[in-house]
């Protein structure tokens, strides 16, 4: 039996209070524009890619975050044209063709790093 | 077989009506229909509207098509001139002969028109077609002093018209010493008189007109205790009288003092002819009201379709809103003590009087009177229509349960099946409950469609939406109008409560009254409700601003930004225009004139704008508000400093109204416009709210709308003053900020009003609710409080940088965006 282990690499990207509260701002890491969502009123925070899939416009950090369903699934809402995406796993929630990619994200001593997977 | 053939003569509402019903419930006749107006049977009922906006197409009763479609050979402005009862032969005007197997008289009736000297003169109208109406609006433009002969239901109606028609003194001259003698009663009459005094009206009891002065055109009116009114414009409406004179030519019988003698199955003394509607005469009486005249014909319809359905007379309650003032009489209005006993209740402040009259015993309602509140009236007519037993404290009827926890609604639910709703269509209760059990109707518009029921007076609207409500609890399916999963409240009740609670923050108003971590849906909402309230800087909490007003610019296409500074009324100084021009070049921006007549600049990086926008301010700018749900711009024409046609300053007023209201949040975007004369060149009337001058002030309109489905704004008031203006303007947006849906457009929200433009004249302009002070004080609340958000922006570092693309570059800009030349500017490539 074969034991696979990823490696992440945790690369600072910017500090909290970069982010506004219950929203989201975009930073650029390894020429990937990625965005930030500060759920204040959860306590989390989520990252995700800054581009929309829809029409392909580098907007989803401007979007309002929020919750939907019994199970309050995190989400964000494109600006343009409202579509919604998981926060947690990517999968557009108002479209089944779309999907957006995730990172992995922590805040430590008010700093915010970003995952990649090495 | 040979199809029999049935000709109509007259293409009235009640001729139209049987055409309709008889096709929906037979095919089995060659209908030709002969009528003497030039247009398709148009809405009588509604004619007063003409000059509120509707246009004769609107007020048709059906497409010019339907008649067509529905195998019916139409024949207009070609009136029926000779019977030949032995051949069964009609002859019309223009000489075309047909042979009918049966023939209905629908030919309803004239004006009547007294026999007073100067009758004849110019400027003397009567009320009656569409075309009278056309000739009195030509005459009007000039007429400074109106008046109208007779005080009943036509002639209110008519004084109306006078009133739209921009003629602020009118006056109405009744013979009789109460108006509306045949409806109501001395007491009720004096309410009415007072509250018709409040909208302008001048009235005249016991008059009695001996002369109609003037040379060629009248100048004044002649009365019998020998005092002058000097008016310029006259409308007779003393009452009508039936057409009955084809009917007298071919030997029919007719009744003394007119009117087509019929039967109960309608049929004249010949039995192959029909007779209904207002010239038709039943057992001594004419039904001069369009319900009696429905009824008739699905009386005849039932006739030829070997139905036996017989007519026994008609109950003559109405209730109507008279410029503005409900009234209503129903059942036994008239009959006194010791006869029955009488209730009486009356408000002299508020102008509002109800009597009713109950049976001596106390067990059964009779009939009464209302006049200014007449909400009670459906279920009370309900209740003497179907014998209920009256409740021990009959009082509560017009006063209302005080105290009792009975809602209001529970009386519906409680009316047998076969309760009549719509009196008008024939539709009872049983039918309107089945269509929502049954075929899930739960709208109006959907009942309208599926039973016909409201589509006549409407009158019976309110009662149907009840049912439909009531039903759906009963089969417990109620729906409510909420703004999202996170909030069980429409906007208007979460409106209110943020309000008591004195909340100022999202996430407060989310904890109190919502769940979950809110959405894209309600936390613009409550922004706007925030903004509604409490007017302070949206970028505090930016996060719960929509795409545009979280970064105070229009989001655009490749995730630039435009950038619109306010221009009040389209009016700009050289230099201003210099400054617009140096920042758009120094910002690579793309200029384009918008349809508001402003400047928009294209093209920005999220990280420009504090920039762009410290130099605008500098120069003394404003931010235009364009990303907001908010006042966008109040276009005006160049108005009498320029133009040779203008009558007033259409442009000073368009900025001062602009920039009394700039900043202001509401449910959506706001337009106005200002136009110096008719001519209209600002578009007004496409506007939530436009201003046109008049020879005496303006005239203001609401609720117009552009964009996917334009609407003309509607007139709410006549011959205003600034001032007044500027009042009912504070609180008619104060009450759309309070009241409206999300999202919807001012057009929208009085198209689901109910009550529509009347009940929205009657808060605003009457003060109906009791509630314009509040408006007021709010509107004033709101215009204190404004702030250019750029400007407090500009002035606070914190917030100036949030104004970056990347929090971990805050120097460079998206390298997605890119640009490509267009017609020597830069447009956004993606």
Same mark, same amino acid.
């Given at each position: 039996? $074969?034991?696979?282990?990823?490696?992440?690499?945790?690369?600072?990207?910017?500090?909290?209070?970069?982010?506004?509260?219950?929203?989201?701002?975009?930073? %650029?890491? %390894?020429? $990937?524009?990625i965005a930030i969502f500060n759920f204040t009123r959860r306590g989390e925070w989520y990252a995700t890619q800054n581009l929309c899939p829809h029409k392909q416009q580098m907007v989803l950090s401007r979007g309002m975050i929020g919750s939907t369903g019994e199970n309050c699934e995190?989400?964000?809402? &494109?600006?343009?044209? %409202?579509?919604?995406?998981?926060?947690?796993?990517?999968? &557009?929630?108002?479209?089944? $063709?779309?999907?957006?990619?995730?990172?992995?994200?922590?805040?430590?001593?008010?700093?915010?790093?970003?995952?990649?997977?090495? | 077989?040979?199809?029999?053939?049935?000709?109509?003569?007259?293409?009235? *509402?009640?001729?139209?009506?049987?055409?309709?019903?008889?096709?929906?419930?037979?095919?089995?006749?060659?209908?030709?229909?002969?009528?003497?107006?030039?247009?398709?049977?148009?809405?009588?009922?509604?004619?007063?509207?003409?000059?509120?906006?509707?246009?004769?197409?609107?007020?048709?009763?059906? @497409?010019?098509?339907?008649?067509?479609?529905?195998?019916?050979?139409?024949?207009?402005? +070609?009136?029926?001139?000779?019977?030949?009862?032995?051949?069964?032969?009609?002859?019309?005007? #223009?000489?075309?002969?047909?042979?009918?197997?049966?023939?209905?008289?629908?030919?309803?009736?004239?004006?009547?028109?007294?026999?007073?000297?100067?009758?004849?003169?110019?400027?003397?109208?009567?009320?009656?077609?569409?075309?009278?109406?056309?000739?009195?609006?030509?005459?009007?433009?000039?007429?400074?002093?109106? !008046?109208?002969?007779?005080?009943? =239901?036509?002639?209110?109606?008519? /004084?109306? !018209?006078?009133?739209?028609?921009?003629?602020?003194?009118?006056?109405?001259?009744?013979? /009789?010493?109460? =108006?509306?003698?045949?409806?109501?009663?001395?007491?009720?009459?004096?309410?009415?008189?007072?509250?018709?005094?409040?909208?302008?009206?001048?009235?005249?009891?016991?008059?009695?007109?001996?002369?109609?002065?003037?040379?060629?055109?009248?100048?004044?009116?002649?009365f019998n205790d020998e005092s002058v009114l000097a008016i310029d414009m006259l409308v007779i409406s003393a009452g009508i009288r039936p057409r009955d004179e084809l009917a007298k030519l071919s030997g029919l019988q007719v009744g003394t003092r007119g009117g087509i003698m019929v039967?109960?199955? *309608?049929?004249?003394? +010949?039995?192959?002819?029909?007779?209904?509607?207002?010239?038709?005469?039943?057992?001594?009486?004419?039904?001069?009201?369009? #319900?009696?005249?429905?009824? *008739?014909?699905?009386?005849?319809?039932?006739?030829?379709?070997?139905?036996?359905?017989?007519?026994?007379?008609?109950?003559?309650?109405?209730?109507?809103?008279?410029?503005?003032?409900?009234?209503?009489?129903?059942?036994? /209005?008239?009959?006194?003590?010791?006869?029955?006993?009488?209730?009486?209740?009356?408000?002299?402040?508020?102008?509002?009087?109800?009597?009713?009259?109950?049976?001596?015993?106390?067990?059964?309602?009779?009939?009464?009177?209302?006049?200014?509140?007449?909400? !009670?009236?459906?279920?009370?007519?309900?209740?003497?229509?179907?014998?209920?037993?009256?409740?021990?404290?009959?009082?509560?009827?017009?006063?209302?349960?005080?105290?009792?926890?009975?809602?209001?609604?529970?009386?519906? *639910?409680?009316?047998?099946?076969?309760?009549?709703?719509?009196?008008?269509?024939?539709?009872?209760?049983? @039918?309107?409950?089945?269509?929502?059990?049954?075929?899930?109707?739960?709208?109006?518009?959907?009942?309208?469609?599926?039973?016909?029921?409201?589509?006549?007076?409407?009158?019976?609207?309110?009662?149907?939406?009840?049912?439909?409500?009531?039903?759906?609890?009963?089969?417990?399916?109620?729906?409510?109008?909420?703004?999202?999963?996170?909030?069980?409240?429409?906007?208007?009740?979460?409106?209110?409560?943020?309000?008591?609670?004195?909340?100022?923050?999202?996430?407060?108003?989310?904890?109190?009254?919502?769940?979950?971590?809110?959405?894209?849906?309600?936390?613009?909402?409550? @922004?706007?409700?925030?903004?509604?309230?409490?007017?302070?800087?949206?970028?505090?909490? +930016?996060?719960?601003?929509?795409?545009?007003?979280?970064?105070?610019?229009?989001?655009?296409?490749?995730?630039?930004?435009?950038?619109?500074?306010?221009?009040?009324?389209?009016?700009?100084?050289? +230099?201003?225009?210099?400054?617009?021009?140096?920042?758009?070049?120094?910002?690579?921006?793309?200029?384009?004139?918008?349809?508001?007549?402003?400047?928009?600049?294209?093209?920005?990086?999220?990280?420009?704008?504090?920039?762009?926008?410290?130099?605008?301010?500098?120069?003394?700018?404003?931010?235009?508000?364009?990303y907001g749900k908010s006042l966008r711009t109040v276009k005006s024409c160049v108005g009498s400093t320029w133009c040779r046609f203008g009558l007033h300053d259409s442009v000073t007023f368009a900025i001062e109204i602009e920039e009394r209201y700039k900043g202001i949040r509401s449910?959506?975007?706001?337009?106005?416009?200002?136009?110096?004369?008719?001519?209209?060149?600002?578009?007004?009337?496409?506007?939530?709210?436009?201003?046109?001058?008049?020879?005496?002030?303006?005239?203001?309109?609401?609720?117009?709308?552009?964009?996917?489905?334009?609407?003309?704004?509607?007139?709410?008031?006549?011959?205003?003053?600034?001032?007044?203006?500027?009042?009912?303007?504070?609180?008619?947006?104060?009450?759309?900020?309070?009241? !409206?849906?999300?999202?919807?457009?001012?057009?929208?929200?009085?198209?689901?009003?109910?009550?529509?433009?009347?009940?929205?004249?009657?808060?605003?302009?009457?003060?109906?609710?009791?509630?314009?002070?509040?408006?007021?004080?709010?509107?004033?609340?709101?215009?204190?409080?404004?702030?250019?958000?750029?400007?407090?922006?500009?002035?606070?570092?914190?917030?100036?940088?949030?104004?970056?693309?990347?929090?971990? /570059?805050?120097?460079?800009?998206?390298?997605?965006?890119?640009?490509?030349?267009?017609?020597?500017?830069?447009?956004?490539?993606?």
């Amino acid at each position: 039996m $074969e034991i696979t282990t990823t490696q992440i690499d945790w690369i600072l990207a910017c500090y909290t209070d970069d982010v506004p509260v219950n929203g989201g701002a975009c930073v %650029k890491l %390894k020429d $990937e524009q990625i965005a930030i969502f500060n759920f204040t009123r959860r306590g989390e925070w989520y990252a995700t890619q800054n581009l929309c899939p829809h029409k392909q416009q580098m907007v989803l950090s401007r979007g309002m975050i929020g919750s939907t369903g019994e199970n309050c699934e995190p989400k964000v809402a &494109c600006p343009f044209h %409202k579509n919604t995406f998981s926060l947690s796993n990517g999968n &557009c929630l108002t479209n089944d $063709e779309l999907f957006i990619k995730t990172y992995p994200v922590k805040a430590i001593d008010g700093k915010i790093y970003i995952g990649f997977n090495h | 077989m040979k199809k029999p053939t049935i000709i109509v003569v007259g293409n009235g *509402m009640v001729g139209y009506k049987f055409c309709e019903k008889l096709v929906t419930r037979s095919s089995d006749f060659n209908i030709i229909v002969f009528g003497e107006e030039p247009r398709h049977a148009y809405d009588r009922v509604h004619l007063s509207e003409y000059f509120n906006g509707k246009s004769a197409d609107d007020l048709s009763l059906s @497409a010019f098509s339907w008649y067509e479609e529905n195998g019916i050979k139409l024949h207009l402005g +070609d009136p029926i001139q000779e019977i030949n009862r032995l051949d069964k032969t009609v002859h019309s005007l #223009a000489g075309i002969t047909f042979k009918y197997d049966y023939l209905l008289l629908a030919t309803g009736s004239a004006p009547f028109v007294p026999n007073i000297p100067g009758v004849e003169k110019d400027g003397v109208f009567v009320y009656r077609t569409i075309e009278d109406l056309e000739l009195m609006k030509s005459y009007a433009s000039t007429v400074k002093t109106g !008046a109208v002969m007779g005080g009943g =239901l036509l002639g209110l109606e008519a /004084a109306k !018209a006078l009133m739209d028609l921009g003629i602020t003194n009118t006056h109405v001259i009744e013979f /009789a010493p109460r =108006l509306m003698p045949r409806q109501i009663d001395s007491a009720g009459s004096i309410m009415l008189q007072s509250k018709l005094k409040e909208l302008g009206l001048t009235i005249h009891l016991n008059k009695s007109t001996s002369h109609i002065g003037g040379e060629h055109k009248i100048d004044a009116l002649h009365f019998n205790d020998e005092s002058v009114l000097a008016i310029d414009m006259l409308v007779i409406s003393a009452g009508i009288r039936p057409r009955d004179e084809l009917a007298k030519l071919s030997g029919l019988q007719v009744g003394t003092r007119g009117g087509i003698m019929v039967n109960e199955k *309608m049929q004249t003394s +010949d039995e192959d002819i029909y007779a209904i509607g207002e010239c038709a005469l039943y057992e001594g009486m004419i039904y001069g009201l369009v #319900a009696p005249g429905y009824e *008739m014909a699905d009386i005849v319809v039932n006739q030829l379709t070997n139905g036996s359905k017989m007519f026994y007379g008609y109950d003559m309650s109405t209730k109507l809103k008279l410029i503005g003032v409900d009234v209503a009489s129903f059942g036994d /209005a008239f009959i006194t003590e010791p006869d029955c006993r009488t209730i009486v209740f009356e408000d002299t402040h508020k102008g509002v009087y109800k009597r009713i009259n109950i049976s001596t015993d106390g067990k059964q309602l009779l009939g009464g009177i209302l006049i200014g509140d007449a909400d !009670a009236y459906n279920m009370l007519l309900q209740t003497v229509n179907n014998k209920i037993v009256l409740p021990p404290n009959p009082e509560d009827l017009i006063l209302g349960s005080r105290g009792g926890a009975e809602s209001e609604g529970a009386g519906v *639910m409680s009316l047998p099946d076969e309760a009549l709703i719509c009196s008008c269509e024939a539709v009872n209760k049983g @039918a309107i409950c089945a269509s929502v059990t049954d075929l899930g109707i739960t709208t109006i518009d959907g009942m309208k469609k599926c039973t016909k029921a409201g589509t006549g007076c409407g009158g019976c609207v309110p009662l149907v939406k009840d049912l439909i409500a009531g039903t759906m609890k009963a089969n417990g399916q109620y729906i409510k109008n909420i703004i999202c999963e996170h909030f069980d409240y429409s906007r208007q009740e979460l409106f209110d409560l943020v309000k008591i609670g004195q909340i100022k923050n999202y996430d407060v108003v989310l904890d109190h009254f919502g769940k979950g971590d809110g959405c894209e849906v309600c936390k613009p909402v409550v @922004a706007s409700i925030l903004s509604g309230l409490w007017n302070e800087l949206i970028v505090k909490q +930016d996060t719960i601003q929509d795409s545009n007003d979280r970064f105070l610019a229009n989001i655009q296409k490749g995730g630039s930004y435009s950038v619109v500074p306010r221009i009040p009324g389209g009016e700009i100084t050289p +230099d201003k225009l210099i400054v617009i021009g140096t920042v758009a070049k120094k910002y690579k921006l793309y200029t384009k004139i918008t349809g508001g007549q402003r400047i928009d600049m294209f093209g920005a990086h999220v990280n420009d704008l504090p920039a762009i926008w410290e130099e605008l301010i500098e120069a003394g700018f404003e931010s235009g508000h364009a990303y907001g749900k908010s006042l966008r711009t109040v276009k005006s024409c160049v108005g009498s400093t320029w133009c040779r046609f203008g009558l007033h300053d259409s442009v000073t007023f368009a900025i001062e109204i602009e920039e009394r209201y700039k900043g202001i949040r509401s449910p959506h975007k706001l337009k106005g416009g200002v136009s110096g004369c008719v001519r209209e060149c600002a578009e007004a009337q496409a506007k939530d709210f436009g201003i046109i001058a008049t020879e005496k002030g303006w005239n203001l309109y609401v609720c117009g709308n552009g964009g996917s489905k334009p609407q003309h704004a509607q007139l709410l008031a006549t011959d205003i003053d600034n001032n007044t203006l500027i009042k009912y303007l504070d609180r008619f947006l104060m009450f759309y900020i309070k009241t !409206a849906d999300p999202l919807t457009r001012t057009a929208t929200w009085l198209n689901k009003m109910d009550g529509g433009m009347s009940y929205l004249k009657n808060v605003v302009v009457n003060d109906s609710l009791g509630i314009c002070t509040q408006l007021e004080e709010e509107m004033q609340t709101l215009i204190n409080t404004y702030h250019c958000e750029w400007k407090e922006v500009i002035d606070s570092p914190a917030l100036r940088k949030r104004f970056t693309h990347f929090v971990n /570059a805050p120097e460079e800009k998206d390298p997605a965006m890119q640009f490509e030349t267009m017609r020597e500017q830069l447009k956004a490539k993606w």
